[in-house]
C-alpha cells in the first residue's frame, strides 16, 4: 500500500487538543513571531541611534507584510541547514534599504526565545482561563451539594461521612492553588533576550542594555536578566513541572470520578448522551467514564512530558543544541494536552449527574458504622476514657448480630445508655447532622475562592 506523504499522524493533529489552541503552535504563527522579535530590534536600534531610521521602517514593513513565506523559508532552510538564518534572508530579501541592518548584532537565541516567550504568553492566557472555569465549575458544586451527605472513604473503604460539596470544595481549592502557582511563575517564564552570541551583548555595543529594553518594551515581555546565548532553561522546567502538578490534580479529579461511577458504588456519573452514545461495542448497556478515562491518559504523558526540560538544564557552556529538538515538541503538546484534559474536566463536571439517593443508601448500607467515630467521642466528652470508649465501639461494629445496627446495638448497651438519651443517640449516629461541620467548612472554603477567581 502506499502511503500519503500529507497524511496526519500524531494524533494531536486529528484526535486531541482545541483547533484554537493547536494553532497557537501553527508554523504561520511561529514564523509571524520571529518576524516581529526582528521588526522590534531594528525599531528598538533606529530609535536609538543605530540604524538608519528608513532602514528600520523598511524592515518593519516586510515583517509585518505577506511577502516573507514559509514556502521560501523553507526552501532557504533547506539550502543554509539553518532555519534562523532561512528566515533572516528571506527578510532581508523583501526589506530593501533594510536588508543589511536586518538581524544586526543579534543571535538566534535571540530571535528564537524572544518568539517562544510571546508562544508562551498566549498559551499562559488559555491555561489560566481554563483553570478560572475549572474552579468556578468545582465550587458551584460545592455550594450545590455543601450539606449533601456521602461516604466518606480512605483506604478505598468506609470512613465518616462527608458532604459531596466538601469534596468538589477540596478540588477547587487545588485548582486555584495551580492558577495561583501560575501568576506567580509568569513572569519568570516570558521573558526575552536580546543579548548576543553569549548573553553579554557585547555585539550591541555600548546601547546594548537600552537596545534589549527596548525591544522587550515593545513586545510586551521582561528580559531575562542573566543569560547565555539562550534563556535559562530553568524556566522552562519549571513551567513544564508546573504542568505536570495540574495533570495530577486532573488525573486525581478524573479518578474520582471513574470510582464513584462504578456499578457498585453508582453516586455519580459522567455525561452521557443516552440518545446516541455508545458505552461498548458488544456491552450495550454500558455507559462507562471513558471521558474521564481519557483525562486520565493524557495526563500520565503532561506528567512524562517534564522530564526532558529538566535534563534541557543542562547545557555545554553557553549554549548546545541538546534542549531545542525535544523543546519543539514536548511545549506544544504539554500546553495542547494541558488544555484539553482541563476543558474535558470543566465539561465533565459541568454535566456531572450526581446521584444524592444512591449517596444516602450507601450511608445506610453501613448500618451506621460510619458514626461510631462521632459516637466515642461523645462518649468520652461524657466522662468516659477514650480508649475504653474506643474498645467499646470497636466490639460493637463488630458484633455478628445479623441485620443490626449500630443505632440497635447502641441503645441496648448499658454503658452507653447510662451516658445518653435514645433521642441523643439518634442524634450523634445522624450523617445528615455529622455533615453539618462540612457545610460550614464549605462555605467558608467557598466564599474565599469566590473572591480570589474575581481577580
Not at 108 to 133: F, Y
Not at 244 to 268: C, F, K, P, Y
Amino acid at each position: 500500500m502506499t502511503e500519503n506523504p500529507g497524511e496526519l499522524f500524531c494524533p494531536l493533529e486529528f484526535r486531541y487538543g482545541r483547533p484554537e489552541v493547536r494553532v497557537l503552535f501553527s508554523r504561520q504563527l511561529r514564523l509571524r513571531r520571529a518576524l516581529r522579535v526582528e521588526a522590534a530590534l531594528a525599531e528598538s536600534q533606529a530609535e536609538l541611534g543605530v540604524i538608519p531610521i528608513e532602514a528600520a521602517k523598511a524592515v518593519a514593513a516586510a515583517a509585518a507584510g505577506s511577502a516573507v513565506t514559509l514556502d521560501e523559508v523553507d526552501r532557504l532552510e533547506s539550502e543554509v541547514k539553518h532555519d534562523v538564518m532561512a528566515v533572516v534572508s528571506a527578510l532581508a530579501a523583501q526589506s530593501g534599504v533594510g536588508a543589511p541592518w536586518v538581524h544586526f548584532g543579534a543571535t538566534s537565541g535571540d530571535i528564537t526565545d524572544t518568539a517562544l516567550a510571546l508562544e508562551l504568553q498566549d498559551a499562559v492566557r488559555v491555561l489560566r482561563a481554563d483553570l478560572t472555569q475549572l474552579a468556578r465549575v468545582l465550587t458551584d458544586l460545592a455550594h450545590r451539594y455543601r450539606a449533601t451527605p456521602e461516604v466518606g472513604r480512605t483506604h478505598g473503604q468506609y470512613a465518616v461521612p462527608i458532604s459531596f460539596g466538601y469534596k468538589m470544595a477540596v478540588s477547587a481549592a487545588e485548582v486555584v492553588r495551580h492558577r495561583a502557582r501560575l501568576d506567580e511563575l509568569t513572569p519568570r517564564l516570558c521573558v526575552g533576550k536580546m543579548a548576543g552570541a553569549v548573553g553579554t551583548g557585547a555585539g550591541f555595543g555600548t546601547k546594548a542594555a537600552e537596545i534589549e529594553a527596548a525591544v522587550m518594551r515593545r513586545l510586551g515581555i521582561h528580559a531575562d536578566e542573566a543569560p547565555t546565548q539562550i534563556v535559562g532553561r530553568d524556566r522552562i522546567a519549571e513551567f513544564t513541572n508546573w504542568l505536570a502538578l495540574v495533570a495530577g490534580t486532573a488525573e486525581r479529579l478524573a479518578t474520582e470520578v471513574r470510582n464513584l461511577q462504578r456499578s457498585e458504588i453508582a453516586e455519580v456519573q459522567e455525561p452521557f448522551d443516552e440518545r446516541r452514545q455508545v458505552g461498548s461495542s458488544t456491552m450495550a448497556q454500558k455507559r462507562n467514564p471513558m471521558v474521564s478515562e481519557n483525562v486520565t491518559s493524557l495526563a500520565r504523558l503532561v506528567r512524562a512530558f517534564a522530564l526532558p526540560p529538566l535534563e534541557n538544564m543542562v547545557q555545554w557552556h553557553e549554549r548546545d543544541l541538546a534542549n531545542s529538538a525535544n523543546e519543539r515538541i514536548v511545549l506544544p503538546h504539554s500546553i495542547v494536552l494541558a488544555d484539553d484534559i482541563l476543558c474535558k474536566l470543566i465539561n465533565v463536571h459541568s454535566g456531572l449527574k450526581v446521584d444524592t439517593k444512591r449517596m444516602a443508601a450507601n450511608l445506610d448500607s453501613s448500618g451506621g458504622s460510619v458514626m461510631v467515630e462521632n459516637l466515642m467521642l461523645a462518649l468520652t466528652a461524657r466522662g468516659l476514657p477514650r480508649s475504653k470508649a474506643h474498645e467499646l465501639l470497636r466490639k460493637m461494629s463488630r458484633s455478628e448480630k445479623s441485620g443490626e445496627t449500630i443505632a440497635a446495638r447502641a441503645k441496648s448497651d448499658k454503658v452507653l445508655r447510662a451516658h445518653f438519651s435514645e433521642a441523643e443517640l439518634d442524634q450523634l449516629l445522624d450523617p445528615a447532622a455529622y455533615v453539618k461541620a462540612a457545610a460550614a467548612k464549605t462555605d467558608r472554603i467557598v466564599d474565599s475562592l469566590q473572591r480570589e477567581l474575581k481577580s
